[in-house]
């Protein structure tokens, strides 16, 4: 399951984009959303509004295998404290998911493995480090280190990671 930076959205309210809206709201509740969001039309939804029911959308599909780009900017902490949450939970019923962030302290709580690219190179840079279970913004951990610098233009110094797997 892909979960892009900016997820797209094709009706006028948030229920029609649920094949059973009483499945997502728990986990709606569950990202500090209020089970009412699923009436609200999406032209009044804020991004990270959209940025958490994206999420809600992807687990609904119990995938096996995550791909998430961002999945946290521009959220608040306690809104990432959430989503990481979640995503520790999936991971420990076996999901593999790979995330890009920007988030370098999210790297470190999240991260199993980390890559980085480099003119066009990808390599691995860290592995064998457990996944801080507790942590969230604000709070110390241990983790994987550093996790992403995206710069534009030739030569960037692009991190693929944390590279989430399976436990």
Known sequence: MYVPAEAGWWADRVAAHF?????AAPFMVRLGLKAEALDWQVARLSTG???????VRAFLTAPQVMLLDEPTSGLDPDATNKVEAMLRDRLSNGVAIML?????????????????MQA???????QGHEI??????GEQGQGA????????GPGTNKRAGPGINKP
């Open 49 to 55: 509004e959209k940025q958490r029911l994206s999420m």
């Open 132 to 137: 801080n279970k507790r942590a969230g913004p």
């Open 120 to 126: 066009g190179v990808l390599s691995l840079l860290e």
């Open 19 to 23: 094949d059973d809206p009483a499945l």
């Open 145 to 152: 280190g550093p996790g992403t610098n995206k710069r534009a």
């Open 100 to 116: 890009v962030t920007h988030d370098d302290a999210q790297a470190q709580r999240m991260a199993s493995r980390r890559f980085e």
